[in-house]
């Protein structure tokens, strides 16, 4: 991806905070992957605002000329992901998000604010 990750994270974060996302964070995974740089997981209350959550989103990215490479999980909406290449995007209903705990999973990543990354992108 030409752009700064942190341009996208900061889109995201945006779209989320304003669409109510539930529980937002960042894993910075650059040490432990070679499949992405960062993980941004949030939930959503229920099926709808889970699909709300993706739609606007996908929405807003695609407006900032940001378009997923795949897209994974949206009729389920209980998992969905959005593959931004450097930026994965995984958006659960909230029990889902609790079984599969990709905070735990991926635990060998370092959670950060979206202010953090970047200040260390900008270094």
Do not use: C
């Not at 959503?44 to 993706?54: A, F, T």
């Amino acid at each position: 991806m030409a752009e700064k990750s942190s341009e996208i994270l900061k889109l995201i974060h945006k779209v989320l905070e304003d669409k109510m996302a539930v529980d937002i964070k960042v894993l910075d995974i650059r040490n432990v992957s070679v499949m992405a740089d960062y993980f941004v997981i949030a939930h959503g209350n229920n099926p709808n605002h889970v699909k709300s959550l993706i739609d606007n989103t996908e929405e807003f990215l695609s407006k900032s000329g940001y378009e997923p490479k795949q897209i994974e999980g949206y009729n389920s909406s209980s998992w969905v992901l959005l593959d931004y290449g450097d930026v994965i995007i995984h958006i659960f209903g909230k029990d889902d998000r609790i079984f599969y705990d990709l905070e735990r999973i991926w635990s060998d990543g370092k959670q950060v604010s979206f202010d953090s990354v970047e200040t260390e992108e900008s270094k």
